[in-house]
């Protein structure tokens, strides 16, 4: 009975719970669905809903002229998940397939790297980078196991031009170097932000009504850099770098009375798209980070310093030592030649280490110090650029007794090619220095101003009168008894200076140079300074040769480009042209048949008087010019030339008896049949059909440019030529009637 009741209590028991059971499961239903199911359903929410980031579009970059040199273009990445539930072996065929047709790489490649994912991958990656047109195609598959996503990608329009002035970005589209960096946060924009649903799995998916806040595209950047100029700057420092043999060259044109950078090259280079295929040292921008020392380049603070403290007078004469060395503090300072007796401005115009050694010692060191520095050496030029470096210039408690005299020409001094510019256009602009800039203007997407650059006035390096008394010193340069001849364009002025420089290696000074010349044109008003640099040139290490004659090429293009220079040369070729007509001719070099014909041109009538060896030229009874006309006994006229003449070229035409020294030709008095060498003939002031003639005749080929009158020539009459070789005229239509009006 017992066992009956222990029984049936157990059953109540066990049928009390199978009933409570559901009881309680209905309650809790009751509980999470009704009374707690709002509070529930938003921890879900919090937990399933999450955000992620919508790129923003990098900032454009222009050059000065809304030329578009950086922008931006999409992209698409296109990966896959393999164990996706449902996933079609046949699918992953047709997605390689097209991914091929686009990339045209084999779509058995994009195949085997989804066989060989391991098991459980959910995400394998075929192509970081396909075309938009590629991604509509694979987006139309609808396919669960294709991911798409689009990406921008940085586009450099125009290759490797400006590539170390823009720099470049990484694969996160943040810049690394150049204006890319500098301007990161502006070029950048504000991400976006878009609200998506995760699954059990992670998963991202979008749905409808989710919030979204788009991005703010990045702003652009407006440029100083002129494309066109650049380009002719990389073009011919390209060239020079190849001519000479030099290990890599650097340029910079700079806007004296603004600060405006114009252009900035180095060469090597590399392409901003893919910078890791360039060595680093080609990526680094050695116009702003390479600190090196100037050479004579740097001869213009001891020249600023000595003439504004009235230390030294431009006509003040200096003996050099035959040999062309002097002994300073136990260390040999070296002339490039042996230079003899010479005056301040011709220490300038022939750049003689010895003589501004001396003149540097009568500086006080701290005002010499305090000249460099305001001349912007030993500081950044504060551009906006990344990674510029400061240079060296140690203060005068650190200088040892020779410290100041070969600083004076360039040495124990470190400074960046830009500061060295920096310094030259601010001797152009009055002595004002500027502060050196790129980014003119910062915009927004809709063309709106957001920042303006203003050219910012640093400082002035000297006195108004002291810059005009020194630029004509530096413009003598430029001639022909002038370390810079190369760098002279004619009719152009042209004020600068050269630097050569030994190059310090392993502790000492060794065989290897760096050539450069920094100049500005035109004189009269200078709208251009330049900087040409050179390392280690093998055919010479003459700066004025070598970059000088960079700089030329460059300064002649600029002219072809540049309405305002144009109109400053074309005058100056007519002022030279007019005052010819006044003054007496060139004619060395020059035939007897030559010589008429050039002084004919010249409104100069001739009379028939004979004379052995002789010539001269007077003014007849009615006051007409004339010259007299001659013959020889001993050989023919056309086998003569003329030596030297008096008054010498250039003299204003007055009641002088103009007589020359004849001598036969080389070749005659070898008694060849011909000359292995050609004397160039004077041609300037003739007819353009008239000089291509007798340039013809002489064996010389003929490049023209322009009509009428010719005004200038390379190379220059009296030079000696090979046969066959090309000789360059400029013509000038507009010069005709004045020389056709020009007796008197």
């Not at 921008?285 to 213009?300: C, H, Q, V, W």
């Amino acid at each position: 009975m017992e066992n009956r009741a222990s029984m049936l209590a157990r059953l109540f028991v066990l049928m009390g719970l199978v009933i409570l059971l559901p009881v309680a499961i209905s309650l809790q239903m009751v509980r999470v669905s009704v009374l707690e199911g709002s509070g529930l359903r938003e921890l879900w929410s919090s937990q399933a809903i999450d955000s992620i980031p919508i790129p923003a579009e990098r900032g454009a970059i222009y050059d000065r002229n809304g030329k578009l040199l950086a922008s931006n273009h999409v992209r698409c990445h296109v990966a896959v998940d393999p164990n996706v539930p449902g996933a079609d072996p046949a699918r992953f065929e047709e997605i390689a397939g097209i991914l091929a047709a686009y990339s045209g790489q084999d779509m058995g490649t994009y195949l085997e790297r989804i066989r060989s994912a391991g098991s459980r991958s959910r995400y394998v990656v075929l192509d970081r980078s396909v075309s938009m047109a590629a991604c509509d195609e694979l987006e139309l598959l609808s396919d669960r196991s294709l991911i798409l996503e689009e990406q921008y990608k940085r586009r450099y329009h125009f290759g490797n031009l400006s590539a170390h002035l823009l720099g470049y970005v990484d694969h996160q589209m943040s810049g690394v170097t150049g204006l890319e960096a500098f301007y990161d946060d502006a070029l950048r924009g504000e991400d976006g932000v878009q609200q998506v649903r995760r699954d059990r799995a992670n998963r991202i998916f979008s749905y409808v009504g989710a919030p979204k806040q788009p991005p703010r595209m990045g702003y652009s950047l407006k440029t100083t850099i002129d494309a066109h100029l650049q380009a002719v700057v990389e073009e011919e420092l390209l060239l020079g770098v190849e001519k000479y043999r030099a290990e890599s060259g650097t340029a910079i044109v700079m806007e004296p009375s603004t600060g405006r950078i114009l252009a900035m090259a180095n060469v090597p280079d590399f392409h901003p798209g893919d910078p890791a295929g360039a060595e680093p040292q080609f990526r680094r921008n050695r116009a702003i980070a390479d600190m090196i020392e100037p050479g004579s380049t740097f001869k213009l603070v001891a020249t600023v310093a000595a003439m504004e403290q009235n230390l030294v007078d431009p006509d003040e004469w200096f003996e050099t030592p035959e040999d062309g060395r002097k002994m300073i503090y136990g260390q040999w300072m070296r002339d490039h030649d042996p230079l003899g007796k010479l005056t301040f401005r011709d220490a300038i115009t022939k750049s003689s280490n010895i003589v501004f050694s001396e003149v540097a010692q009568r500086i006080d060191p701290d005002t010499y110090y305090q000249y460099a520095r305001n001349m912007g050496f030993g500081t950044v030029t504060h551009v906006d650029l990344p990674n510029e470096k400061a240079g060296r210039l140690q203060k005068p408690y650190e200088w040892s007794g020779v410290t100041l005299p070969w600083m004076s020409i360039g040495y124990e001094v470190q400074a960046t090619p830009l500061q060295i510019l920096q310094a030259y256009a601010a001797f152009a602009n009055e002595g004002v220095m500027m502060k050196p800039f790129i980014v003119e203007q910062v915009v927004d997407e809709h063309g709106q101003k957001i920042e303006d650059t203003v050219p910012s006035r640093v400082r002035s390096i000297a006195k108004k009168e002291t810059i005009e008394k020194l630029i004509p010193m530096y413009e003598a340069v430029l001639s022909d008894s002038g370390t810079a001849s190369w760098a002279a364009v004619e009719g152009l002025r042209i004020a600068g200076k050269t630097g050569t420089a030994q190059k310090w290696v392993d502790g000492r000074y060794t065989t290897r140079y760096r050539a450069s010349f920094a100049g500005f044109f035109p004189v009269e008003d200078p709208l251009y300074a330049v900087l040409v640099l050179l390392e280690e040139p093998k055919v010479s290490y003459y700066g004025g040769f070598t970059s000088g004659s960079v700089f030329r090429e460059i300064a002649s293009r600029i002219t072809g480009m540049d309405p305002t220079v144009r109109s400053v040369l074309q005058d100056a070729v007519v002022n030279v042209v007019e005052d010819s007509l006044r003054l007496f001719p060139n004619l060395r070099g020059l035939t007897r048949e030559e010589a008429e014909a050039r002084l004919e041109a010249l409104g100069m009538k001739t009379l028939g008087m004979q004379a052995d060896w002789k010539a001269s030229w007077m003014a007849n009874e009615e006051g007409e010019d004339v010259v007299e006309s001659y013959r020889f006994r001993h050989f023919e006229s056309s086998e003569m030339m003329i030596m030297e003449q008096s008054p010498v070229p250039g003299e204003p035409i007055g009641d002088q008896r103009l007589t020359f020294i004849w001598e036969p030709k080389p070749s005659v008095l070898r008694g060849e049949s011909e000359s292995p060498h050609i004397v160039v003939p004077q041609l300037t002031g003739l007819s353009v059909r008239a000089a291509s003639a007798i340039a013809r005749e002489a064996g010389l080929q003929v490049a023209l440019q322009g009509s009428g009158t010719v005004v200038s020539q390379f190379p220059s009459a009296g030079e000696w030529m090979k046969p066959g070789r090309t000789i360059a005229l400029r013509g000038n239509r507009t010069l005709i009637s004045r020389l056709a009006g020009a007796e008197r």
